[in-house]
T-cell receptor
Framework: IAGITQAPTSQILAAGRRMTLRCTQD?????MYWYRQDLGLGLRLIHY???????GKGEVPDGYSVSRANTDDFPLTLASAVPSQTSVYFC???????????FGPGTRLTVL | GQNIDQPTEMTATEGAIVQINCTYQ??????LFWYQQHAGEAPTFLSY????GLEEKGRFSSFLSRSKGYSYLLLKELQMKDSASYLC???????????????FGKGTRLHILP
């Protein structure tokens, strides 16, 4: 793989179910981010990690958790999904010579 | 906290020039990004300004004034494919704990007319 990947591409989920969105990068970037994007609200930061082993809360962290066991992976977990978590989720990593932030292709999640 | 403002929508004509403004307020400013996002796709990187001044990259240029909390993205010789949303984002580094976040504005939807 080259760059940053997310899985699944899309998912329909019943309310109350647990769900983990996966994100993997192969650029050895230290920083990784999870955003959700909703119409009219733009990209909102859920959680971030500046380096493996550390995480931080963004603007809208409630109902979500993350872990960063290694440099490459940054999964996002919804412990008990609710309909308001219906959104498009983007994972991103930042690093390299220009310190640029790169985005994954996104996961479209629908909670019914 | 952080606050990033940009216009919701703009319209311009093919071949013309358009300037998209972004103002921000943040306590630990450490750079400003511009991204392009086509409908249904992920954002793609356009520019990153850390120091004051103009950065030119082909048809696109980005300007930053840190003292005014202001940036703009300038698009020249507009093409129909430039119809997209343009996202302004600020890198905010906390002086207290060195937390390093990137926060986005709501984006500006640019419509190009033939």
């Amino acid at each position: 793989i080259a760059g940053i990947t997310q899985a699944p591409t899309s998912q329909i989920l019943a309310a109350g179910r647990r769900m983990t969105l996966r994100c993997t990068q192969d650029m050895r970037h230290n920083a990784m981010y999870w955003y959700r994007q909703d119409l009219g609200l733009g990209l909102r930061l859920i959680h971030y990690s500046n380096t493996a082993g550390t995480t931080g809360k963004g603007e809208v962290p409630d109902g979500y958790s993350v872990s960063r066991a290694n440099t490459d992976d940054f999964p996002l977990t919804l412990a008990s999904a609710v309909p308001s978590q219906t959104s498009v989720y983007f994972c991103a990593s930042r690093g390299g010579e220009t310190d640029t932030q790169y985005f994954g292709p996104g996961t479209r999640l629908t909670v019914l | 906290g952080q606050n990033i403002d940009q216009p919701t929508e703009m319209t311009a004509t093919e071949g013309a020039i358009v300037q998209i403004n972004c103002t921000y307020q943040t306590s630990g400013f450490n750079g400003l990004f511009w991204y392009q996002q086509h409908a249904g796709e992920a954002p793609t990187f356009l520019s990153y300004n850390v120091l004051d001044g103009l950065e030119e990259k082909g048809r696109f240029s980005s300007f930053l004034s840190r003292s005014k909390g202001y940036s703009y993205l300038l698009l020249k010789e507009l093409q129909m494919k430039d119809s997209a949303s343009y996202l302004c984002a600020v890198r905010d580094v906390s002086m207290k704990n060195r937390d390093d976040k990137i926060i986005f504005g709501k984006g500006t939807r640019l419509h190009i007319l033939p």
